[in-house]
């Protein structure tokens, strides 16, 4: 099993950055996809998730507007496409999978830091 993301990097304030996440090893239609981040002495936090055969979606109210979550089945990837960047966005940004049906299996990936900075 991998999660592999990319995409992380340093953006001045209001810019824009787009993360990827390629999965395998699993079947991608049967995980709920989630981001999370985490920032230095902060718990981590979950961002956004992507479930269903429709794609739900869902955000933190600190990234609803901003933040936008969607997944190619095809190619096994979620994405996170960030926009209005704040300096308080910077974090290392975690893919997880999380298993629809019993045993709930979670998967995590390895992390991308974003720095938003001037």
């Known amino acids: 099993v991998q999660l592999v993301e990319s995409g992380g990097g340093l953006v001045q304030p209001g810019g824009s950055l787009r993360l990827s996440c390629a999965a395998s090893?699993?079947?991608?239609?049967?995980?709920?996809m989630k981001w999370y981040r985490q920032a230095p002495g902060k718990e981590r936090e979950l961002v956004a998730v992507i479930i269903g055969a429709g794609g739900s979606t869902n955000y933190a109210d600190s990234v609803k507007g901003r933040f936008t979550i969607s997944r190619d089945r095809a190619k096994s990837t979620v994405y996170l496409q960030m926009n209005s960047l704040k300096p308080e966005d910077t974090a290392v940004y975690y893919c997880?999978?999380?298993?629809?049906?019993?045993?709930?299996?979670?998967?995590w990936g390895q992390g991308t830091q974003v720095t938003v900075s001037s």
């Open positions: 997880n999978a999380h298993g629809y049906y019993y045993p709930y299996d979670d998967y």
């Open positions: 090893g699993f079947t991608f239609g049967s995980y709920a």
